[in-house]
């Protein structure tokens, strides 16, 4: 239902089609999968695990779109996955004239 809500949002405030999305702390990256497949957009899924990162590309190819996703092992609040994590921030704060 999350998805569903992140989607009709991007349509609602965006112009164009969602190209990418990112889930940070995706556990089994359920969002990540159903926006993948809905939008078919590309879509990066980020966890600390790498026991739950499996799963989720697991869950992905079950559903079809592993093709579509990228998975990253990072602690989002530190090193390299707090660098993506800013990257994304300064990404959005860039474009958000493109998505009002």
Known sequence: MQA???LAMHQKHCKGAMEHFLEVA????????????AAGAGATAVDVSPAMLEYARGQAEA???AGSMHFVQADMTQGEGALLLDT?????????GACS
């Open 4 to 6: 569903v809500h992140l």
């Open 26 to 37: 995706c556990g089994p990256a359920r969002h990540a999968a159903l926006i993948a497949r």
């Open 63 to 65: 559903a079809g779109v």
């Open 88 to 96: 994304f921030q300064a990404l959005c704060t860039r474009h958000i």
